[in-house]
């Protein structure tokens, strides 16, 4: 990440701000969000090996919920 501060909210609130690492380490909505993007760029780069001819589609239809940063249950 190229940026000097990261602010992660959830539900409309301010639930932690810092550098990608420090938000990494210390805030769970962040993480999660940051290990789902990761997950999903794997999964269609891994689809996309795969896939046995042009034109087919490979969707993922999984959703999670973001759980709330410490700082957000304050």
């Known amino acids: 990440m190229n940026a000097d501060q990261i602010v992660c909210m959830v539900e409309g609130r301010v639930a932690g701000a810092g550098t990608h690492v420090e938000l990494f380490k ?17 999964a269609d780069r ?10 087919r589609l490979v969707t993922d239809a999984a959703t999670a919920s973001e759980p709330p940063c410490d700082a957000a249950r304050a």
């Not at 891994?46 to 034109?55: E, K």
């Open 46 to 55: 891994d689809a996309l090996a795969s896939n046995a001819g042009p034109g």
């Open 26 to 42: 210390s805030c769970a909505a962040y993480a999660s969000l940051i290990t789902r993007q990761l997950a999903a760029q794997h």
